[in-house]
T-cell receptor, first 114, second 112 residues
Framework: DTGVSQNPRHKITKRGQNVTFRCDPISEHNRLYWYRQTLGQGPEFLTY????????KSRLLSDRFSAERPKGSFSTLEIQRTEQGDSAMYLC????????????FGDGTRLSIL | GDSVTQMEGPVTLSEEAFLTINCTYT??????LFWYVQYPGEGLQLLLK?????DKGSNKGFEATYRKETTSFHLEKGSVQVSDSAVYFC???????????FGTGTRLTIIP
């Protein structure tokens, strides 16, 4: 069990640029989740996949955000035309699909918008 | 909608003190309840969980009991250590729903 891996750990970019983050889940986990955490707050759900299918999206996920999991393994989260308010920690988690299985989190990608 | 309310921090205690971090929830249905811990510079780690009323989750000396009548899941530890310094998050997952709903977190600092 190598854990959930997220890259990069930190991303600094100018407002208006596009950014992409990657998440590699625990290998046998077929569910993958994205959350966003702003300073002083708990994580907020963005979206989740079962295998390659995106099954739920939060209304927090505006049109500028897109997530993919093309082969049911790693996932990418892209933010287009970044805004100041996108500055946050983006967390990825994975789990098995059986009932009551816990979600295992990665260390996150911290995004800073200049 | 579902929500979790946590005791506001920060909380500072001396080593070997008794710890309680309060957590109450609002949810339709029958949620599972969790405590996650985030050590400095690290990701969230599951500390303990309970999936039905009156269940007690425990791990590393921490305990929490699922109280349906008071919609609470308070975290307790009898004797804290400096290494317990971290941010603690209470969370719920409602039945038939995959997303976790988190509280705002409680920062705990233990001084020697």
């Amino acid at each position: 069990d190598t854990g959930v891996s997220q890259n990069p750990r930190h991303k600094i970019t100018k407002r208006g640029q596009n950014v992409t983050f990657r998440c590699d889940p625990i290998s046998e986990h077929n569910r993958l989740y994205w959350y966003r955490q702003t300073l002083g707050q708990g994580p907020e759900f963005l979206t989740y996949f079962q295998n390659e299918a995106q099954l739920e999206k939060s209304r927090l996920l505006s049109d500028r955000f897109s997530a993919e999991r093309p082969k049911g393994s790693f996932s990418t989260l892209e933010i287009q035309r970044t805004e100041q308010g996108d500055s946050a920690m983006y967390l990825c988690a994975s789990s098995l699909s059986q009932p009551n299985q816990p979600q295992h989190f990665g260390d996150g990608t911290r995004l800073s918008i200049l | 909608g579902d929500s979790v309310t946590q005791m506001e921090g920060p909380v500072t205690l001396s080593e070997e003190a008794f710890l309680t971090i309060n957590c109450t929830y609002t949810a339709t249905g029958y949620p599972s309840l969790f405590w996650y811990v985030q050590y400095p510079g690290e990701g969230l780690q599951l500390l303990l969980k309970a999936t039905k009323a009156d269940d007690k989750g425990s791990n590393k000396g921490f305990e929490a009991t699922y109280r349906k009548e008071t919609t609470s899941f308070h975290l307790e530890k009898g004797s804290v250590q400096v290494s317990d310094s971290a941010v603690y998050f209470c969370a719920l997952r409602n039945f038939g729903n995959e997303k976790l709903t988190f509280g705002t977190g409680t920062r705990l600092t233990i001084i020697p």
